[in-house]
């Protein structure tokens, strides 16, 4: 059990294609959590509901036992039948439909990508969290739009947790906090190596980080 602030930390995605079924990604994601992860996300792009649906909510009982906050991608619907929190891009629904729906408490991150425009939409919207990048090359993402660290000072202004996303690993995880990030969001570098390996990759990323707590 844990009960640490969602603000700062490591924050890991999960990903279909690492973790195919439903056995690999619950082992995958009870390794990760006991790495110490400040937030856990449900990302898959699967249309299967009935699916989304019995993983999302076994990944929200896992995450009530070490106390971390579990968000859905995309998916504000979702969320709200669960209780947990959402993640929107530029392409999903508005932040302020996610605010509105989901309470003023629950978690409502949003992709800024590289530009402060949209971190102050998203912000005058409702954001929990503003996340920017992709910051490296992405296994997970190639295509995604590029950003430069520096950008993280200049998002200080929101005063809003600001995440690193894209290509993020134990190389480089010190640069993206000394750049300004609170949060590294991570899919290859936590679950990329398999089940047995992630609550290591998660400490590993803390320790590299200097995060001590
Ligand atoms: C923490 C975090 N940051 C960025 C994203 C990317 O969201 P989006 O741009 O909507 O792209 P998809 O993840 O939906 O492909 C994210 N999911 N999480
Ligand atoms: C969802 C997303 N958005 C920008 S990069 C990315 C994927 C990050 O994955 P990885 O940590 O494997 O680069
Ligand atoms: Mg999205």
Redesign the pocket.
């Known amino acids: 059990m844990m009960d640490g602030d969602w603000r700062r930390g490591i ?1 890991a ?1 999960t990903d279909a294609a690492l973790l195919p079924d439903d056995d690999t990604l619950l082992a995958a994601a009870e390794g990760a959590l006991r790495g110490r992860l400040a937030l856990l ?1 449900y ?1 898959d ?1 699967s249309s299967d509901e009935t699916h989304r649906y019995r993983q999302a909510a076994a990944l929200s009982a896992l995450c009530r036992d070490f106390a971390t906050p579990l ?1 859905i ?2 998916d504000i619907a979702l969320a709200a039948r669960l209780g947990v929190g959402v ?6 629904a508005a932040v302020a439909e996610a605010r509105e729906r989901l309470g003023r408490e629950a978690i409502v ?1 949003a ?1 800024c ?1 590289a530009r402060l425009d949209l971190a102050d939409q998203a912000c005058r919207a409702g954001a929990s ?1 503003l ?1 920017f ?1 992709r910051f490296f090359t992405s296994q997970t ?1 190639p295509e ?1 739009p590029p950003a430069e660290l520096s950008l993280l000072a200049e998002a200080a202004r929101f005063g809003l947790p600001r ?1 690193a ?1 894209g290509g993020i690993d134990g190389e480089r995880v010190a640069q993206a906090v000394a750049a300004g990030a609170d ?1 590294l ?1 991570v899919v290859h570098a936590v679950f990329g190596a398999g089940p047995a390996a992630c609550e290591h990759a998660v400490h590993e990323l803390r320790r590299r980080a200097g995060f001590t707590i």
């Open positions: 924050y995605l996300q990302r792009k968000i991608n995309d993640h929107l891009g530029q392409q999903d991150g992709t990508h969290y996340a990048g993402k995604a995440v996303i949060l969001a």
